[in-house]
């Protein structure tokens, strides 16, 4: 007998943790963060027992999906994690930066100790189109989720009184036109599919008319010698906006212009970007057989430390700022916002989404004013928001992810909020005509 029971990212987008019984195996697919409005669920003790845990499974590196795994480890968890070379890679980078991150909460979840032995539980890897045989021939495989670097879906093949069973965890799904990792690839077959449905309820703004807008704004604000702030994330943003900048850089548009990257950790996740050339688009992969670093370019560089960063500060002339953290919730870009959000000639360019209530959305929907670490601001530059970039899919790619599933008797729905996952669900029965179930936070379903 097989059981699933959703332990996070169920009719919620943060805090992914999926548990699967198969027989005597109890294999866990993610264990991350909840965040924003859900955080103090990280404090609920986990719905099932840590030390039972056979397996973990990480689909990929970001924290809504890997956040508690120090967490699980401290509570009893001792066995194999499995996952891509690239997502251990980047984890390690991760995990470190959030528990110095949770040093700062009343009550933070672990601490940088506790980060050590769960990186020694890391080792058991698989790639891309490879499969893995656990306990009592239960098969997985990977393939390409195209959401960030080293990101990947999972399939599960066991055997119940010898019928075959097969379910796909999708993990979080990328755009199939990405700018620099390669494109998300498809399952042909399985019996049941949860898939994310983060942005199941709406379309994104083509990459290619998004790419024009960033290119745009950023040279009308260096026209007006202005500076241009853009938050960004750490994680797969960062290295888009760098290779962007680098074509504008190449094209000779850049000349004159420093360009600071100021966050320590999006310096560390480049760096192991480079590791994995063949992760890339074909266009990628080309730039780097010809011997070109696309995330380095003449005008960029990088401010690792405190006394570097603060520098900046004494460049008065147009200059493009990529500082952490993506919503404005902490990080250097803080920093940065309060010195130029009053500058009439100066961009603030969002280029990711901003959750309700962070301080990006704030700056976004703002009414002429913020109060930034104390201080009073007068809003005076131009706030610009770009939503192409997204590294989740949109309503098509969820049901092209879903229409390429053939033999599928069940379409469980995850990883969104409540309002998107009803429009989705409707959307999935009338154009597939499948059936589709939304997963309740610990809710069981024989598999
Ligand atoms: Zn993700």
Redesign the pocket.
């Known amino acids: 007998m097989a059981y699933y029971t959703a332990q996070g990212a169920a009719m919620e987008v943060t805090g992914s943790c999926h548990h699967l019984k198969i027989g005597k195996i109890q294999i866990l697919i993610d264990c991350g963060m909840f965040q924003g409005k859900d955080e103090e669920l990280n404090y609920e003790e986990f719905g099932f027992d840590p030390k039972k845990i056979d397996y973990l499974i990480l689909?990929?590196a970001?924290l809504?999906?890997i956040g508690r795994v120090p967490l699980l480890v401290k509570k009893g968890f001792n066995k194999k994690i499995i996952c891509t070379k690239a997502t251990y890679e980047i984890a390690k980078l991760m995990l470190a930066n959030s528990a110095n991150i949770l040093q700062e909460k009343p009550k933070p979840l672990y601490n940088i100790g506790d980060v050590e032995p769960a990186l020694k539980l890391f080792g058991a890897f698989l790639e891309y189109n490879e499969t893995m045989t656990l306990k009592e021939g239960i098969k997985i495989g990977f393939k390409n989720a195209g959401?960030?670097l080293g990101?990947a879906s999972v399939k599960i093949k066991f055997k119940e009184e010898n019928i075959k069973k097969s379910v796909v965890f999708s993990?979080?799904i990328g755009q199939e036109a990405r700018i620099i990792t390669s494109k998300v690839d498809f399952w042909k077959k399985a019996n049941t599919v949860f898939i994310e449905s983060t942005y199941g309820a709406s379309l994104h703004e083509n990459i290619t008319l998004s790419t024009k807008k960033f290119k745009k704004h950023i040279l009308q604000t260096l026209k007006n010698k202005g500076t241009v702030v853009i938050p960004s994330f750490a994680l797969e943003r960062t290295q888009e906006i760098l290779f962007l900048l680098k074509q504008m850089s190449q094209k000779g548009l850049l000349q004159g212009i420093p360009v600071y990257l100021d966050s320590p950790l999006a310096i560390n996740v480049t760096k192991v970007f480079g590791n994995y050339p063949r992760l890339f688009s074909k266009k990628v992969q080309k730039m780097i057989e010809a011997g070109e670093n696309p995330f380095d370019f003449q005008e960029l560089q990088t401010t690792y430390s405190k006394e570097e960063s603060t520098q900046i500060n004494k460049v008065n002339k147009p200059k493009i700022i990529i500082a952490g953290s993506g919503m404005c919730e902490g990080g250097r870009v803080k920093y940065h916002l309060v010195r130029h959000l009053s500058d009439s000639n100066s961009l603030i360019l969002f280029i990711g989404y901003q959750v309700q209530g962070t301080l990006g959305r704030k700056i976004i929907n703002h009414n002429g004013e913020i109060t930034i670490a104390g201080q009073h601001l007068k809003i005076e530059a131009h706030i610009e928001q770009i939503d192409g970039f997204s590294?989740?899919a949109d309503q098509k790619g969820l049901l092209k992810f879903i229409d390429n599933l053939k033999g599928l008797e069940c379409v469980y729905l995850i990883h969104a909020d409540e309002p998107k996952l009803e429009a989705f669900k409707e959307k999935i029965k009338e154009t597939l005509h499948q059936k589709v179930h939304i997963v309740k936070r610990h809710e069981s379903i024989y598999i």
């Open positions: 689909t990929h970001h809504d999906h959401h960030i990101a993990g979080d590294a989740h």
